[in-house]
């Protein structure tokens, strides 16, 4: 373990290595140089003064959100002498299972190249360029014949190498308080009990006012709103990461959100962002990959089917398409337990210098951006920040795994009739809401309730809401779940999420629960 001193120096070594070199750091040496033509920069002051031009125009306090970025997303200091994919991922036995599951897809991916007699990329010829440039803001409208294409791997399949998880090391009969999690996850994670939620969770109690309740015994909705949007106000004007993240967890104004959450994760929409997200869209004008079909097959049966989102389909393949061919996003596989996938140019097998890097829902952040390369930039944040860990296998608290492990000791915790009635006719409680919480509940619940509830997950800066979001929709739904005799059943009950009041479940279960 580091100490105190120098864990927070080997911390700013990290994130100056990381700023080096980005557009903040480039424009921040350009207005330093451009301030020495001033009349107020005395030479015998020179640093100070630079430094309180550069504070006085706001550049200081774009430094800082740019360094709370950097703290909000990089993993904790670990020894210098550790191996990276010790800081990847601490626990041996889930790189090797996550390592299992790469492989899995990639076979399914190299299998359907074969069966299907297509290569993984290929270079369009100039009249598919053409169409495909004339056709980008309406690829909607195009129905390519997509039927022999399969999905790569479906949730269930997911859920079932996670199920499968074990500690080669650990006994568990030594531990009877593990050993009676009759769940479906077998590995001892620690994750927070109801007490410990309530104390991280603190600011959602019942008596602190939120946006998404609509009848607070303490204030009117309406004054609280107006309160809470002029304060909001207030935080954009001041321009602070720290203080938005704060203030988002009571929930974002619908007029403000988009800023609020740029705001949040740092987002920029400077003219080289913008030339970066068109040298994007030419590589998927220039190239097209396997990937290509699998995402318009995935919108096809997602999106496109869906009475919220289907109107931004084009946006959807814009992005989508777009993320696919962005090698920055590569950079969050320093603190993801994953690797990227690899393929090998003809001949080349096995050298690495002849590698190519090979490439969660988008959708809801369409109501807020109606800018492609906004809406591009927001969206790889979210993903690099918080969704890539719904996807791959960790022992981090955010990841799938601890989000399921909680999910099961909550609900054996706090309902256990529930729980054991649900395991006796063969319902696992996981199986039906591991597809709410690794889609981060987009689709099931109403866009408001969602960017409700992604809301907190900014503000929080945390996963762990998703899991006591589906306890408390199980215990919503707790008289009805009893009384069913299946599986079917039970998915049958919990069917329709459209009509939940997400701020009102999170409440009553944590902070109404007996502990």
Not at 39 to 58: M, N, P, Q, R, Y
Not at 335 to 350: D, E, H, Q, V
Not at 364 to 389: A, D, G, I, T
Not at 471 to 496: G, I, K, P, W, Y
Request: proline share 5%; hydrophobic share 40%.
């Amino acid at each position: 373990m580091l100490d105190q001193d120098t864990e927070l120096s080997v911390a700013i070594a990290q994130i100056v290595q990381r700023l080096q070199g980005t557009g903040l750091c480039n424009r921040l040496e350009r207005q330093a140089q451009l301030s020495l033509h001033r009349s107020d920069i005395k030479i015998e002051s020179l640093k100070e003064d630079v430094k309180e031009f550069l504070k006085t125009a706001g550049w200081e306090k774009k430094l800082q959100n740019a360094v709370y970025r950097e703290l909000s997303v990089l993993p904790s200091p670990s020894h210098p002498a550790a191996p990276d994919d010790h800081i990847k991922e601490p626990l041996a036995y889930m790189r090797r299972a996550q390592a299992s599951w790469e492989k899995r897809v990639l076979k399914s991916l190299n299998s359907m190249c074969t069966e299907l007699s297509i290569p993984l990329a290929r270079k369009r010829p100039v009249d598919e360029q053409r169409e495909l440039l004339s056709k980008w803001n309406e690829m909607g409208t195009d129905e390519p014949d997509l039927s022999l294409f399969r999905p790569v791997y479906a949730p269930k399949d997911f859920l079932e190498v996670l199920i499968n998880l074990r500690n080669p090391n650990y006994d568990s009969s030594d531990q009877p308080s593990f050993s009676s999690h009759l769940g479906l996850i077998q590995i001892p994670l620690q994750v927070k009990d109801i007490p410990e939620l309530k104390e991280y969770f603190s600011e959602l109690d019942l008596n602190s006012g939120q946006l998404g309740i609509d009848d607070s015994t303490h204030v009117p909705p309406e004054l609280f709103e107006n309160e809470h949007v002029r304060i909001g106000k207030k935080v954009l004007s001041e321009q602070d990461s720290a203080a938005a993240q704060q203030y988002v967890r009571q929930g974002c104004p619908t007029a403000l959100r988009a800023e609020l959450w740029a705001l949040m994760l740092n987002i920029s929409n400077h003219p080289e962002d913008i030339l970066y997200y068109e040298q994007l869209k030419s590589n998927v004008i220039q190239h097209d990959l396997l990937a290509d079909s699998l995402i318009y097959k995935d919108v096809k049966l997602t999106a496109s089917n869906d009475d919220y989102y289907f109107v931004f389909e084009d946006y959807l393949y814009q992005v989508l398409l777009c993320f696919s061919r962005d090698t920055s996003v590569l950079e969050h596989f320093a603190y993801n337990s994953a690797s990227p996938p690899k393929s090998y140019i003809r001949g080349k097998l096995g050298l690495e210098e002849y590698a190519v890097v090979y490439p969660p829902n988008v959708a809801p952040l369409c109501f807020l951006y109606n800018e492609p390369s906004k809406l591009y930039q927001v969206f790889r944040e979210m993903y690099v920040r918080f969704f890539f860990r719904l996807h791959s296998i960790s022992s981090h608290r955010s990841g799938i795994v601890s989000l399921c492990l909680l999910f099961e000791s909550l609900l054996q915790t706090h309902l256990p009739q529930l729980f054991y009635h649900l395991r006796e006719i063969g319902a696992q409680p996981l199986r039906i809401s591991f597809k709410w919480m690794v889609r981060a509940f987009s689709g099931y619940l109403a866009t408001d309730q969602l960017l409700l509830l992604w809301d907190r997950i900014l503000g929080y800066n945390s996963l762990e809401i998703l899991a006591v979001l589906a306890v408390a929709v199980f215990a919503f739904r707790a008289v009805n779940l009893m009384e069913v005799t299946s599986l079917a059943a039970a998915e049958a009950v919990l069917a329709d999420l459209s009509t939940l009041k997400v701020m009102p479940l999170l409440q009553i279960f944590l902070f109404a629960t007996v502990t």
